[in-house]
């Protein structure tokens, strides 16, 4: 499967979590997917939400409208829907959000402006939420490994 981070590998092979290129694809088409809704999906639903593209406003669109109806016919119910940022922060490569400069801290690691530029954007948008203050962040220092950031 295309862009699955090695430090999601616990779960790639059932993909019993929702893994970040999907998590980076919903922030984008502006839904959210719950833990609940994932687990009701069979692996081939869930890895076509991996393959789907969601790059362009086209692809963005019809990803949204794809979900949209997908979870409606899984759950009887319309996905909850997230504001869509216009420039969200793993888009702007030249500010690192404060917070996941603390959280880099923590590990005794910084990030320089430089290696932050050099990630791509799902890599950002993985190291901005492994860092999110009541998340998990049990994978973030692997992340920053697997970025070669430390």
Known sequence: MSNLFEFETEFVDNLRCIPM????KLDTC???LRLSEWNQMNLA????LVELPCL???EIQSYQEYLQ??????????????PIESLPPWMD???IPPSLQEKAQEI???ITLQQWFALTPLQRFALIKLSRSGHENKNFAAAMAEFNLF
């Not at 290129?21 to 980076?24: A, F, I």
């Not at 016919?73 to 829907?81: D, S, V, W």
């Open 21 to 24: 290129q999907v998590r980076y």
């Open 30 to 32: 502006g839904i959210k």
């Open 93 to 95: 490569a030249t500010t």
């Open 108 to 110: 005794d690691v910084t």
């Open 69 to 82: 109806k997908f979870i409606l016919e899984l759950t009887g119910k319309p996905p909850a829907q997230l």
């Open 56 to 58: 362009t406003a086209i």
């Open 45 to 48: 639903e869930r890895t076509a």
